[in-house]
């Protein structure tokens, strides 16, 4: 293989430097799949494949039959409790999070943003990187100080859930955040026609007798606002599909030249509207899981690079759980299943790793505009390893979220992350 060079390494006392010996190394930004050793110093990636001059490690990790990949970048992370679910996040190999403005409060105030950094940083897990609100107090109707909301640490701009009800409020704030290039986030669903729905309209809610949600109630959200986007040059991003027909919007207008991105929740690509059974509230999301056809095309969606992957984790107690489906709070735990599901996606698909692994790498990390999401020699070594062939049973004592609610409990999986790096320390090791 092609060895990638360094820049000389700083042998400064007390820098930590880490040999990860005979992984197989899959680095789908760099097309990297291949057995080699990876030297880290100075919280970075020295060098792939043979040792820069001078390097000496403080610590060698054996990473034989472990597959060494870039840390996991999740598009969407709600941080219940910020030490848990950061936890749960290192433990899941994610090394980057995006958390949206929903917070209690939300994140339209350059205080907030910072101090949510602060606290983080402090707990040297993994890095947080919020989302600011799109408009003030996430109502819709006065536009928030994106400046200020930037230069404090926002990626980009989001209503979270929020709907922007007035289309004139949603344009201003797509002029503005053109002006100075920032990307707005949206979660396509036309508030009308989704309210007081809570699955999808079709055969299973009938049967069972609940509130529907067409699923035009997605794609006149996208298309509202591929129009707009249109018109003023905004960066897109349309957060958590849910629908062929989605898809379908998204792909034409990517193919007419569009500066779009989406991404689909790890769920979506499991599990449909059947997976309700009888009122199963754990199967209870927002927006709710549609038909198997949908299913089908979200999958074909992500292997094609179309979309990328998140978790879309969001922690649920059990008194929120534990309600009739149509009162239980939608959402579930899966920073901790994110990779387990998106490596059973891959086998079900036969996929190569490196194309699964960019969907929850490389993929996010551009979206995100950020420096993680590779093993690119200089970039920050933010690194998973992981076993993809040893199983293990999900039970709640499993999950380090506050959260323990998920469709998928008592299911068995397969691959473990045994050793996660944040900025070249080992914050999770099993």
């Given amino acids: 293989m092609h060895d990638q060079l360094s820049n000389p390494v700083n042998n400064e006392p007390g820098t930590p430097r ?41 610590r060698v990790l054996d990473a034989s039959g472990l597959i060494v990949c870039p840390g996991l970048v999740d598009l969407s992370t709600r941080l219940a409790g910020l030490e848990s679910e950061l936890a749960a996040a290192v433990a899941g190999g994610v090394t980057a999070v995006a958390c949206p403005p929903d917070t209690k409060p939300p994140l339209d105030e350059p205080g907030l943003v910072e101090r949510l950094i602060r606290r983080s940083e402090a707990l040297g897990l993994a890095r947080v990187f919020p989302i600011g609100a799109l408009t003030q107090q996430l109502a819709g109707v006065k536009l928030s100080e994106m400046i200020s909301l930037k230069q404090a640490g926002c990626l980009a701009f989001s209503q979270a859930k929020q709907p922007v009800l007035d ?44 509130a529907g949600i067409p699923v035009c109630a ?11 986007a249109r018109d003023t040059g905004v960066r897109l991003h349309l957060a958590r599909l849910s629908s062929a027909a989605g898809v379908a919007l998204v792909r034409e207008a990517r193919h007419n030249g569009l500066k ?12 449909s509207d059947r997976d309700i059974g009888f009122f199963d509230s754990q199967a209870r999301f927002d927006p709710p899981l549609r038909s198997g056809s949908d299913r089908d095309a979200l999958r074909a969606a992500a292997a094609e690079g179309l979309a990328a992957v998140c978790s879309d984790h969001t922690p649920v107690d059990d008194d929120g759980k534990q309600l009739p489906f149509a009162e239980a709070l939608p959402g579930a735990s899966s920073l ?13 698909m036969e996929l190569p790793l490196l194309t699964a692994l960019a969907r929850v790498t490389s993929d996010p990390a551009a979206i995100l505009g950020i420096e993680s999401g590779s093993l690119t020699v200089g970039s920050p070594a933010d690194v998973c390893l992981f076993d993809p062939l040893e199983t293990w049973v999900l039970t709640p004592e499993r999950l380090r979220s506050q959260g ?17 790096l944040v900025g070249g320390r080992v914050v999770f090791e099993a």
């Fill in 167 to 210: 289309t004139q409020v949603l344009l201003r704030a797509m002029q503005y955040a053109a002006t100075f290039d920032y990307a707005v986030r949206l979660r396509p669903q036309d508030h009308y026609l989704a309210r007081d729905g809570v699955a999808h309209d079709g055969e299973v809610a009938s049967r069972l007798g609940l």
């Fill in 336 to 348: 901790e299943l994110l990779l387990p599901l998106i490596l059973k996606w891959a086998r079900e």
């Fill in 18 to 58: 880490l040999h990860l010996r005979n992984g197989r190394v899959i680095d789908p930004k760099n097309g990297l799949d291949a057995v080699a050793d990876v030297y880290i110093a100075d919280g970075r990636i020295a060098a792939i494949g043979q040792p820069p001059a001078g390097f000496a490690a403080d």
């Fill in 404 to 420: 323990k609610n998920t469709p998928f409990m008592g299911d068995e999986m397969t691959g473990r992350v045994r050793t996660t």
């Fill in 218 to 228: 997605e794609t006149v959200a996208i298309a509202t606002a591929l129009h707009l």
């Fill in 260 to 271: 779009v991105s989406c991404d689909v929740a790890i769920h979506y690509l499991h599990l």
